[in-house]
C-alpha cells in the first residue's frame, strides 16, 4: 500500500500564481510511484478570489483540495489548519509546506521523497548548504534578512546542523507533527516565526532531520507578505525559548545542585582542616558529605523526572558513591599539584578563617569533576534503561 503525502500551499491573493503551480506539482509527483500525492491549497478567502481558481481547477484534478479560512490566519495559521486537515481528514502519513509563488522548485520534490525513504522524519529545503543558493536578483534587504536571520538564529539557539532555519519548503512525518503541534499555541506563531518555532521543537525532540539543496527564486507576480512582525516574533522566540532550555537544562541543574554541594565541601573542609593539615587529605572526609548532598538533591530535583525508588536507591548510592571516585581522583591530583608544585598561599582572611590557594585548587577541581559526573550521573546512575 502506497503511503499519502498532502502538499500544502497557503494562499492569500495568490490567483495567478496557483494556477500555474498546481499543474506543475502533479505533472512532476505523477512520477513518484510508492507515494499517493495530494495537495491541499489553504486560501484566507483572498480578495482576489484565488479560491475560486481553486474549485475550477479541481475539476481537472481530483486529487487538489481547498480549505477556505472565513478570516485571515496569516502563515502560521494557514499550516496549523492545513496540517489538521491533512493528517486527520485526508489520512496523510507526510506533508509538505510549499509556496504559491513559485520560489520552490516542483522538481526537487522527488529528492524530498527519497530522504523520506530513507528514513528521515523532517526534510529541510536548504538554501545555504550542500549546494543550495538564492535569487541573485532578490532585493538586498530581503537577502540581508535571510542570511544573517539564519545566522542569528543558528547563534542563539547554539545550533548549527542546520543551515537554513527559515526555509519554507519541507516536508514533515506525521510523527512530528504530532509531538510538537499542542506546543504551538503561543499567538506569536502566527506568521512566519511559526516556521522556526515548528522546526526548532522537532530538534529539540531529536527527530531525523536533513536538508537538501534547492535554489530560492524570487516571486514574479505579486507582493510578499513578510512584515516588521517576522523580525520582531522571531527575535522575541529565539531569546525566549534558549532562555527556558538554558533553565530547565539537566546540566544546569547539575551545576546548581553541585553549587550547594560545593558550599558543602567547603564548610566540610574548613572543619576537618582544624584538626587535618593536609589539603589533599581532609578533602576526603569532606567529599563524601558532599557527595551525600548531591545525591539527594539530584535525586529529588536535577533527574526528578526519572526519580529512583526507595527500593533502587542503596545500590544506585553506591553506584553514585564509585562513580565519583572519578571526580575524586581529579579534585585529589589537581588539590596535590597545587599543593605541592605551586604551594599553598593566603589570599585573603576573614577573622579567624584564611583563605587560601588551597581552595582556589579545590574549586577549579570541583569545576571539572563537575562534567566528569554529568557524563556519570546520566549513563550510570539516572539512566532509565538501567533502573
Known amino acids: 500500500m502506497r503511503k499519502k503525502a498532502v502538499i500544502i500551499i497557503p494562499t492569500y491573493n495568490e490567483k495567478e500564481n496557483v494556477q500555474k503551480i498546481v499543474p506543475q506539482i502533479f505533472a512532476v509527483v505523477e512520477k513518484i510511484k510508492n507515494y499517493q500525492v495530494e495537495i491541499l491549497v489553504v486560501d484566507?478567502?483572498?480578495?482576489?478570489?484565488?479560491?475560486?481558481?481553486?474549485?475550477?481547477?479541481?475539476?481537472?484534478?481530483?486529487?487538489?483540495?481547498?480549505?477556505?479560512?472565513?478570516?485571515?490566519?496569516?502563515l502560521g495559521g494557514a499550516y496549523a489548519k492545513g496540517m489538521a486537515e491533512a493528517f486527520n481528514k485526508l489520512k496523510a502519513d507526510y506533508v509538505f509546506e510549499f509556496d504559491a509563488d513559485g520560489s520552490h522548485d516542483p522538481q526537487k520534490l522527488p529528492e524530498f521523497f527519497t530522504k523520506l525513504d530513507e528514513g528521515y522524519d523532517f526534510v529541510i529545503g536548504g538554501r545555504y548548504r550542500h549546494g543550495g543558493s538564492i535569487d541573485p536578483d532578490w532585493p538586498l534587504l530581503r537577502k540581508f534578512y535571510?542570511?544573517?536571520?539564519?545566522?542569528?538564529?543558528?547563534?542563539?539557539?547554539?545550533?548549527?546542523?542546520?543551515?537554513?532555519?527559515?526555509?519554507?519548503?519541507?516536508?514533515?512525518?506525521?510523527?512530528?507533527?504530532?509531538?510538537?503541534?499542542?506546543?504551538m499555541g503561543d499567538e506569536r506563531f502566527s506568521g512566519y516565526t511559526w516556521q522556526i518555532g515548528f522546526l526548532h521543537k522537532a530538534v529539540r525532540k531529536n527527530f531525523k532531520i536533513t536538508e537538501v539543496p534547492i535554489h530560492f527564486k524570487d516571486r514574479q507576480i505579486g507582493e510578499s507578505k513578510l512584515g516588521s512582525e517576522y523580525i520582531k516574533n522571531t527575535l522575541y522566540y529565539i531569546f525566549k525559548a534558549r532562555r527556558d532550555e538554558i533553565l530547565s537544562s539537566r546540566f544546569i541543574k547539575v551545576a546548581l545542585v553541585g553549587g550547594v554541594g560545593f558550599l558543602v565541601q567547603m564548610i566540610a573542609l574548613a572543619f576537618f582542616r582544624t584538626f587535618i593539615s593536609s589539603v589533599s587529605l581532609a578533602n576526603l572526609p569532606a567529599n563524601e558529605i558532599a557527595i551525600i548532598s548531591n545525591f539527594i538533591l539530584n535525586n529529588a530535583w536535577s533527574f526528578s523526572d526519572k526519580k529512583l525508588s526507595w527500593q533502587q536507591i542503596p545500590f544506585s548510592f553506591l553506584k553514585?558513591?564509585?562513580?565519583?571516585?572519578?571526580?575524586?581522583?581529579?579534585?585529589?591530583?589537581?588539590?596535590?599539584?597545587?599543593?605541592?608544585?605551586?604551594g599553598i598561599v593566603p589570599i585573603f582572611t576573614l577573622g579567624n578563617f584564611v583563605f587560601d590557594t588551597g581552595y582556589v585548587y579545590t574549586i577549579i577541581g570541583i569545576f571539572i569533576g563537575l562534567i566528569f559526573n554529568f557524563y556519570i550521573y546520566n549513563k550510570f546512575i539516572w539512566n532509565q534503561k538501567d533502573n
Open 320 to 342: 553514585f558513591n564509585l562513580g565519583s571516585v572519578g571526580s575524586i581522583i581529579i579534585q585529589f591530583l589537581i588539590t596535590t599539584f597545587g599543593e605541592n608544585v605551586l
Open 146 to 183: 535571510s542570511i544573517v536571520g539564519n545566522f542569528v538564529i543558528m547563534t542563539v539557539l547554539t545550533d548549527f546542523r542546520i543551515g537554513d532555519w527559515t526555509s519554507g519548503y519541507r516536508a514533515i512525518s506525521k510523527k512530528v507533527y504530532q509531538s510538537v503541534i499542542d506546543e
Open 44 to 74: 484566507d478567502t483572498s480578495p482576489d478570489k484565488t479560491y475560486e481558481a481553486v474549485k475550477k481547477m479541481q475539476q481537472k484534478f481530483p486529487r487538489l483540495h481547498l480549505l477556505l479560512n472565513k478570516e485571515k490566519a496569516g
